[in-house]
């Protein structure tokens, strides 16, 4: 039987409002504002779920074919981004620490989805069981004490089962999330701004809502760490599936913004950079309202100028490109290595 390859709108109006967010996200914190409640709270609903279910849409729509073309195009813009961002924070007042064996920031994502695709092979010869181990590694990564921020190896074992549950069970969840009656959604929604409180209230540290930090670092024991990691990824799994199932099935302004996500992903943090020393401190009296309210403006301003077609076409090409242009350098340097025998 033939199947539709109709885009759903519904992916590119979810990645449409979790990459604002991820901007919003970046911009509330360039304020220094984790310790403000009336910034925390906004950061602590984002940071809860956002990533997670970016990375959940992310295993959804990865495709068989090309795979190594992919992963190659990922790492061309993990270096190329890299060495730009180097430049960047080089130009600027900032301080911010570079490393070889770290990605640079937002950049970690790229680096992640390069292991993520590198195990796609694995998942589809046994996804269920594929889907059960990662939630146990994700669970119990943070005991290792050495987990942390190089090579992104924390956030690839941490975030694991979103993008595998995604590659695996995304198409029968988000047809049973659409499926759900719109009151038992609303009420979802409301359940799940109510966990954020609750998160907020408990005055969680953000380091377990970044996934990079390992319990001892987080100065928790390893039973209430699993416990805590547990709960976590049980919030971010029901709030990503109750925004899946808000999204609209018609086209709607977030859907173009969604289609062109990775070239604002990518490039949106030149922005936040260039605007840190200049947005209002968040810490502290009245600062706190003007530094919220300037960064919403902010974001809105940036997913909307970021999210121009030739941006994202852009990254996309040159990535494209670098690496048809290696590979035909390769196969042409194999064809005369065969031919000189």
């Known amino acids: ?16 409002i979790l990459i604002s967010l991820v901007v919003l996200g970046h911009l509330l914190e360039a304020t220094s504002a984790w310790n403000a409640d009336v910034i925390r709270l906004p950061l602590t609903i984002i940071y809860m779920f956002h990533m997670p279910a970016f990375i959940f849409l992310s295993g959804m729509t990865a495709k068989r074919d090309n795979l190594s073309r992919r992963i190659g195009v990922f790492l061309v813009l993990l270096l190329t981004f890299q060495g730009l961002y180097y430049v960047a924070v080089w130009l600027s007042p900032l301080e911010r620490d570079f490393s070889p064996f770290m990605p640079f920031w937002l950049l970690w ?5 390069i292991w993520w695709l590198l195990l796609l092979p694995l998942v589809w010869r046994m996804p269920r069981t594929a889907v059960a181990v990662s939630v146990v590694i994700a669970i119990s990564a943070g005991a290792i004490d050495e987990m942390g921020y190089a090579f992104s190896i924390s956030r690839v074992l941490v975030f694991l089962p979103f993008f595998i549950t995604g590659t695996v069970y995304g198409r029968q969840i ?22 954020g409180w609750i998160l907020f ?11 990079s930090y390992s319990f001892d670092r987080l100065d928790t024991g390893t039973v209430e760490g699993l416990a805590v990691r547990a709960g976590l990824l049980a919030v971010a799994g029901f709030t990503t599936v109750t ?34 020393p200049l947005l209002p401190p968040g ?21 909307k100028v970021l999210g121009a077609a030739p941006i994202d076409r852009s990254v996309r090409q040159y990535g494209s490109k670098v690496v048809d242009l290696a590979s ?9 290595q065969v031919a000189g025998r």
Do not use: E
Request: proline letters at 3%.
């Open 283 to 303: 810490h502290s009296g009245a600062n706190t309202a003007i530094a919220l309210a300037a960064c919403v403006a902010i974001a809105v301003v940036v997913v």
């Open 109 to 113: 994502f790229l680096l992640s989805m």
């Open 328 to 336: 035909g350098l390769l196969k042409r340097n194999a064809d005369r």
């Open 243 to 276: 925004v899946l199932s808000l999204m609209p099935r018609h086209q709607n302004p977030v859907t173009a913004i969604g289609k062109r996500s990775l070239g604002i992903f990518l490039v949106h943090g030149f922005v936040v950079l260039a605007l840190t």
């Open 201 to 211: 209230a408990a005055d969680i540290h953000q380091g377990w809502l970044y996934g």
């Open 174 to 195: 988000l047809d049973v999330a659409g499926r759900i009656p719109f009151r038992v959604k609303l009420c979802a929604a409301v359940l799940c701004l109510a966990l």
């Open 1 to 16: 039987m033939a199947t539709s390859t109709r885009r759903d709108q519904r992916l590119d109006s979810a990645k449409g």
